[in-house]
């Protein structure tokens, strides 16, 4: 598994709350995170977890607007 499976199974997962431009971006963010890392075969697993960490906050913190239609008094 590489950063581009990390990637799309986190689209998979937080589309389309989050946009996958920002997936993408947290991607890389995270990524640079580990880019002096002893053990880097296991970057990608690390970078997904964090990732997933950060991006489920995003989630959360962004307001949903309601599906209903405004109901008329």
Not at 1 to 10: I, N, Q, R
Not at 16 to 41: C, G, K, M, N, S
Not at 59 to 73: H, I, K, T
């Given at each position: 598994?590489?950063?581009?499976?990390?990637?799309?199974?986190?689209v998979?997962?937080?589309s389309?709350?989050?946009?996958?431009?920002?997936?993408?971006?947290?991607?890389?963010?995270?990524?640079?995170?580990?880019?002096?890392?002893?053990?880097?075969?296991?970057?990608?697993?690390?970078?997904?977890r964090?990732?997933?960490e950060?991006?489920?906050?995003?989630?959360?913190?962004?307001?949903?607007?309601?599906?209903?239609?405004?109901?008329?008094?």
């Open positions: 598994m590489g950063l581009t499976d990390a990637e799309a199974h986190l998979a997962d937080f389309p709350a989050v946009a996958p431009e920002i997936i993408h971006r947290i991607v890389l963010e995270t990524a640079a995170d580990f880019r002096e890392a002893r053990a880097p075969a296991y970057v990608p697993i690390l970078v997904e964090l990732a997933r950060r991006l489920a906050s995003l989630a959360r913190a962004v307001p949903r607007g309601d599906p209903r239609p405004p109901q008329r008094p």
